[in-house]
């Protein structure tokens, strides 16, 4: 068994400066050192989170006005899913939607298919007018679990929190990874000498300068998602800022529009199978029916490290995994991975380490079916979307569906680690999205359950969408509310 007195963390980007407040949070007696290049750059011009990211501020003492103020940050409630199927659709939890159970059956959702209701009439109608409530300014309430942000802002701000919390920032550049003689890293060979730690996190991105080291191997996803670049760019500040994010189905891929206070970030992620950068560039222009500057050009292949904890060194964000930025799942993994590793530091052993490794991969496995889950669409108005249609679906995946042919999901279908970022009502709302559900077996489940039920979910709903716009104000308006405040 192991004990840890000094951790490093290598990398300074958002998974490394999430994962030194997690784990400084957690454990104030292990002192932390952030190795960090600024030659290094950061990727993405504008970022979205999931609900994960409302855990993580709690955790870490930090002010929601804050964060607002120092990052350029918008509300967040969700996806909304624009020409991915014949009516746009929505993927925004409420609590109604969610929470709302009897004996594990989501019965909001089965209200809406059992009465054929429209996505959108059933959509929280804040998320419709891109408003936010009064109550949450007056009474200093969170208006959301997630958030948009301006990237570079981002870590700047948590850069000053991390320095707030006694984590020590060095500017340097790692050079060599050195191993003791039972595999383990000794130490850090840098540009301003030596470093070394009882135990280090590999945030150094897609270098997995670290854990490669260590004998990490890449697992590809390649066999089920197809896409593989992104083009990033921004554009300019808008009237109103949407309380969601935009992906929007283009011919080769799809679209993000991120709104950030002052500007909005924007990606074209396409499969490179079938054009190129300078095609997709083109594409989008036509779209948008303006010129556009790209910011950056990345290429990935999605998949994950098959372990990400090797020895006395753990893998996160972009070191560990990376799928493609639908749904935002970068930073929820790093947050969802941190916290699950809390739980295994204090004097890990090897089942730690075997235990951890095989729920990360059930977390990877998730996001993996989620995503592959929204291609499942019955789009087909490019050879992209037709050809599509051929890939292999997910053996974890199709067994599911199997079981979700005839009733919804539950909370049982997913039982792997309590870690996952998605699970029964956000699966069944993209099943919903792009009419991937059976509606008769759907029905017949709903018009099964009790009558007590029925009508009790049934007036939930009803009271639900019953809005007062004098109650309310404009996204931009609560923003500059929160930003003007001292």
């Known amino acids: 068994m192991k004990n840890i007195k000094t951790l490093i963390v290598a990398g300074g980007g958002t998974a490394g ?3 030194a407040l997690i784990i400084k949070n957690r454990f104030p007696s292990i002192k932390i050192k952030i190795l960090k290049s600024e030659k290094i750059g950061i990727i993405g011009v504008g970022e979205g989170s999931t609900e994960h990211w409302f855990e993580f501020m709690k955790f870490c003492n930090i002010d929601f006005k804050e964060l607002i103020k120092k990052t350029d940050a918008t509300i ?11 009516k746009d659709y929505y993927h925004n939890i409420t609590s109604h939607t969610a929470t709302n159970t009897f004996g594990q059956y989501l019965a909001a959702f089965g209200h809406y298919i059992f009465f054929e209701k429209d996505q959108l009439e059933t959509t929280d109608q804040t998320y419709i007018k891109n408003i936010v409530s009064k109550h949450h300014f007056n009474n200093n309430i969170e208006p959301s679990k997630q958030f948009h942000f ?22 340097c550049e790692i050079k060599e990874v050195i191993l003791n003689s039972e595999g383990e890293i000794k130490n850090l060979l840098t540009d301003l000498g030596y470093y070394d730690s009882d135990f280090y996190l590999d945030c150094t991105g897609f270098k997995k300068l ?34 969601y994010t935009v992906a929007q189905a283009m011919k080769y891929g799809w679209m993000f529009q991120i709104p950030t206070y002052g500007r909005q970030g924007n990606g074209y992620i396409f499969d490179s199978d079938y054009i190129n950068a300078d095609q997709a560039k083109d594409e989008v222009e036509k779209i948008l ?22 020895n ?46 095989f729920k990360v991969n059930k977390i990877m496995e998730n996001i993996r079916d989620f995503i592959f889950l929204h291609y499942m669409t019955k789009k087909n108005d490019s050879i992209f979307w037709k050809d599509l249609k051929k890939t292999k679906i ?33 699966f069944t709302s993209v099943l919903i999205g792009i009419d991937l559900i059976n509606k008769n077996n759907i029905k017949q489940e709903y018009i099964n359950q009790n009558e007590y039920h029925r009508k009790h979910i049934h007036n939930l709903i009803l009271n639900s969408n019953k809005i007062n716009d004098d109650e309310f104000i404009l996204h931009k308006k609560y923003l500059q509310l929160i930003r003007n405040q001292v």
């Open 312 to 357: 006395n060194c753990v893998a996160v964000g972009l070191s560990a995994n990376f799928v493609e930025p639908l749904e935002a799942t970068s930073i929820g993994t790093s947050i969802q991975q941190v916290f699950l590793l809390t739980h295994y530091l204090s004097n890990y052993n090897k089942h730690n380490i075997e235990d951890y490794n």
């Open 394 to 426: 997910p053996d974890s995946l199709e067994n599911l569906l199997k079981k979700w042919d005839y009733r919804l999901p539950i909370s049982e279908d997913f039982k792997d680690t309590n870690f996952l970022l998605f699970t029964q009502a956000n």
């Open 17 to 19: 400066l999430v994962s």
């Open 210 to 243: 670290l854990i490669s080291k260590l004998g990490a191997k890449w697992q590809s996803y390649k066999e089920h998602l197809k896409m593989k670049e992104t083009i990033a760019f921004p554009t300019e500040d808008t009237e109103n800022y949407n309380v």
């Open 289 to 310: 029916n303006r010129k556009i500057e790209i910011a950056k050009h990345i290429k990935f292949d999605p998949g994950c490290v098959d372990n990400p904890w090797i």
């Open 150 to 171: 301006n990237t570079h802002k981002l870590n700047n701000y948590l850069t000053e929190v991390c320095l707030k919390n006694n984590i020590e920032i060095i500017d």
């Open 76 to 86: 967040k409630l969700g996806v909304m899913f624009k020409d991915w199927a014949k």
